[in-house]
């Protein structure tokens, strides 16, 4: 008998938020962005030239490159970027924690920085996050490989400020760390204009949340030039190519549009405003939220069975099964509708339980 399956890797993966078929449904479980890409970016779709699709894309993806480069007022050689931010954060972490000392990220936080390490046989010790579920920095103050840290953390969706990230940054100056900005532009403290002052962090953002481009998988990476330059290194050692041509264009035509963004990210922030508000009313209790989503429980109802409801309502928000958050809910902010129908859904549960 052949014995081929010993050779077989087994992983366990993340596993994303659930796409379902059925399009009644009102989906708040992915934190995606409920409204349209730029118009910018529709416009750049339209214009693409098919027949360019014959031909390789430039594998470093230099026009993008400049656009971002000149929106953050970095230079294109501070840059890098990739095929969504879970592509670049798992580059970064093949280029930066290559330590024999463990990293260091919070117990609470995005479920997939496990999973990378575990692919990547990295170490790593996970730090609680304080009884409030915030980030206590004096608790990174011992030796690691490296630290990765979101902000705004997910999915909490609470932030840190400059002091604190500073504080971070001045004990760990042996150490590379990554500050993982998906969520940064609904209202966080963005450490980018940090980056010439600590040679040693990098900062990686997306275009999925706030620029509403999740399908198209763009995200990017700013820091000094020797850690973008290994990225490139680990990047060419795997896949030359991992930006298409229409990623480009459509990334370079999204990063252009400011106005946009800002417009997008304040009706965001407004309907997140209104629906902490109203689930206050309703007994949760809401973390202060920088992000497209509300972390909430309620005071007694538990999490399972709000969910369970919804969902046999149509409407898909996000459980986590996991230790300390699983009487949690993380729920994206959707348009002002979605929001209203999802209140009133939640109004019936908690008043009928
Ligand atoms: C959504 C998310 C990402 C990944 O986004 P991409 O779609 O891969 O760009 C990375 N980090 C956090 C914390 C996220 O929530």
Same mark, same amino acid.
């Given at each position: 008998? %052949? $014995?081929? *399956?010993? $050779?077989?890797? #087994?992983?366990?993966?993340?596993?994303?938020? *659930?796409?379902?078929? +059925?399009?009644?449904?009102?989906?708040? $479980?992915?934190? =995606?962005?409920?409204?349209?890409?730029?118009?910018?970016?529709? +416009? &750049?779709?339209?214009?693409?030239?098919?027949?360019?699709?014959?031909?390789?894309?430039?594998?470093?993806?230099?026009?993008?490159? %400049? &656009?971002?480069?000149?929106?953050?007022?970095?230079? *294109?050689?501070?840059?890098?970027?990739?095929?969504?931010?879970? =592509?670049?954060?798992?580059?970064?972490? /093949?280029?930066?924690?290559?330590?024999?000392?463990?990293?260091?990220?919070?117990?609470?936080?995005?479920?997939?920085?496990?999973?990378?390490?575990?692919?990547?046989?990295?170490?790593?010790?996970?730090?609680?996050?304080? #009884?409030?579920?915030?980030?206590?920095? &004096?608790?990174? $103050?011992?030796?690691?490989?490296?630290?990765?840290?979101?902000?705004?953390?997910?999915?909490?969706?609470?932030?840190?400020?400059?002091?604190? /990230?500073?504080?971070?940054?001045?004990?760990?100056?042996?150490?590379?760390?990554?500050?993982?900005?998906?969520?940064?532009?609904?209202?966080?403290?963005?450490?980018? *204009?940090?980056?010439?002052?600590?040679? +040693?962090?990098?900062?990686?953002?997306?275009?999925?949340?706030?620029?509403?481009?999740?399908?198209?998988?763009?995200?990017?990476?700013?820091?000094?030039?020797?850690?973008?330059?290994?990225?490139?290194?680990?990047?060419?050692?795997?896949?030359?190519?991992?930006?298409?041509?229409?990623?480009? =264009?459509?990334?370079?035509?999204?990063?252009?549009?400011?106005?946009?963004?800002?417009?997008?990210?304040?009706?965001?922030?407004?309907?997140?405003?209104?629906?902490?508000? &109203?689930?206050?009313?309703?007994?949760?209790?809401?973390?202060?939220?920088?992000? +497209?989503?509300?972390?909430?429980?309620?005071?007694?109802?538990?999490?399972?069975?709000?969910?369970?409801?919804?969902?046999?309502?149509?409407?898909?928000?996000?459980?986590?099964?996991?230790?300390?958050?699983?009487?949690?809910?993380?729920?994206?902010?959707?348009?002002?509708?979605? /929001?209203?129908?999802?209140?009133?859904?939640?109004?019936?549960?908690?008043?009928?339980?």
């Amino acid at each position: 008998m %052949s $014995n081929w *399956e010993k $050779n077989l890797r #087994k992983i366990t993966p993340y596993v994303p938020g *659930e796409q379902p078929k +059925n399009s009644n449904i009102i989906k708040l $479980n992915a934190n =995606e962005n409920p409204y349209p890409p730029s118009p910018e970016v529709i +416009n &750049a779709l339209k214009n693409f030239d098919a027949e360019h699709l014959r031909m390789y894309p430039n594998s470093s993806s230099l026009k993008l490159k %400049s &656009a971002i480069a000149k929106h953050f007022k970095l230079k *294109e050689s501070e840059i890098f970027v990739g095929n969504g931010s879970d =592509e670049v954060i798992a580059l970064a972490f /093949m280029a930066c924690f290559h330590s024999s000392k463990p990293i260091l990220f919070p117990d609470i936080t995005y479920s997939f920085y496990p999973v990378w390490c575990s692919l990547f046989d990295i170490d790593y010790q996970t730090i609680p996050l304080d #009884k409030d579920f915030c980030v206590n920095i &004096a608790d990174y $103050n011992r030796e690691n490989g490296g630290i990765i840290l979101p902000n705004p953390n997910a999915p909490t969706g609470m932030g840190l400020y400059k002091n604190d /990230m500073e504080a971070l940054f001045e004990q760990n100056k042996n150490s590379i760390i990554i500050i993982d900005e998906a969520y940064v532009d609904f209202g966080a403290y963005s450490c980018i *204009e940090l980056l010439h002052k600590y040679d +040693n962090v990098i900062v990686i953002q997306t275009f999925s949340k706030s620029r509403s481009l999740a399908g198209m998988r763009i995200g990017m990476a700013m820091g000094n030039e020797k850690i973008i330059q290994t990225l490139e290194a680990v990047k060419n050692s795997y896949n030359s190519y991992t930006m298409d041509s229409i990623a480009i =264009e459509v990334g370079t035509a999204s990063i252009a549009d400011e106005n946009y963004l800002k417009q997008t990210c304040q009706k965001i922030i407004a309907t997140r405003q209104r629906t902490t508000k &109203a689930l206050k009313n309703m007994g949760f209790h809401v973390f202060p939220s920088q992000s +497209n989503f509300l972390f909430v429980t309620h005071n007694t109802v538990p999490a399972i069975e709000i969910f369970e409801k919804l969902k046999s309502d149509n409407i898909l928000i996000r459980y986590f099964n996991l230790p300390r958050i699983n009487n949690h809910l993380r729920i994206t902010i959707g348009t002002d509708e979605q /929001m209203d129908i999802l209140l009133q859904h939640i109004s019936n549960i908690v008043s009928m339980s």
